[in-house]
């Protein structure tokens, strides 16, 4: 199974500047990566996913992150944020063809004005 | 498209006393997870259905825990007795996906169930 590190576990930002949520990786062989966001009191949600193709992946709602292999990395921006951003932010990666999710242990994003 | 569905939405037991949480998963996914969310962690998966099959339960402590999905649609899972470290979110999680299939679509994850064992 993969293992994943998100190398932040608190990051406070301040309205409508950027932010990074890093995210590295256990293994070079072929991977999914996801990004999922899970707000107070909810589920997972999907946030953005690479399967192949560019590395850069974008999400409807300005978030981007882009896949680098060499460094087994899949940083998470986003270039001006808003309050209602603020949420926990996870992570994920799988085995092609296994479709078990690996998580890292979170990143707590808090927006304030 | 009805999302996933899990009750309840908080449980608070003692320890040594039994549990059991539901999931629904969304109409026609064939694969349905069980995961262990403890606070200030990431989701740890515990258990994978293939329809009605356990793909992968590796990671269940089948000592206390157990999990079914009859007729490859709802799921239970049970925790008899829960200790105190099992305090934690439990997500399930439904896909379309069975294994070798290409993949396009993510897990689709229920709002969880909150336990609490004091």
């Known amino acids: 199974a993969q293992s994943v590190t998100q190398l932040d576990s608190q990051v406070p930002v301040f309205e409508e500047a950027p932010v990074e949520l890093r995210c590295n990786y256990s293994?070079?062989?072929?991977?999914?990566l996801f990004w999922y966001v899970q707000y107070p009191n909810q589920g997972l949600q999907l946030l953005l996913k690479y399967l192949s193709g560019s590395t850069l992946v974008e999400s409807i709602n300005g978030f981007e992150a882009e896949f680098n292999k060499s460094q087994t990395s899949f940083h998470l921006r986003k270039p001006s944020v808003h309050i209602s951003d603020t949420a926990e932010y996870f992570c994920a990666v799988s085995d092609r063809g296994d479709y078990k999710l690996s998580f890292g242990a979170g990143t707590t994003v808090t927006v304030r004005a | 498209e009805a999302g996933v569905a899990q009750s309840p939405r908080y449980k608070i037991i003692e320890k040594r006393q039994s549990v059991a949480f539901w999931c629904n998963p969304i109409?026609?996914?064939?694969?349905l997870y069980w995961y262990q969310q403890i606070l200030g962690q990431g989701p740890k998966l515990l258990i994978q259905f293939q329809n009605n099959g356990v793909v992968d339960d590796s990671q269940l402590p089948k000592d206390r825990f157990s999990a079914e999905r009859l007729k490859g649609v709802d799921s239970t899972l049970k925790i008899q007795p829960a200790k105190l470290e099992d305090s934690a979110v439990y997500l399930c999680?439904?896909?379309?996906?069975?294994?070798?299939?290409?993949?396009?679509?993510?897990?689709?994850f229920g709002n969880g169930t909150r336990l609490t064992v004091t």
């Open positions: 109409s026609g996914h064939a694969t």
């Open positions: 999680a439904s896909s379309p996906h069975t294994t070798g299939s290409s993949y396009n679509s993510p897990l689709h």
């Open positions: 293994s070079s062989v072929s991977v999914y």
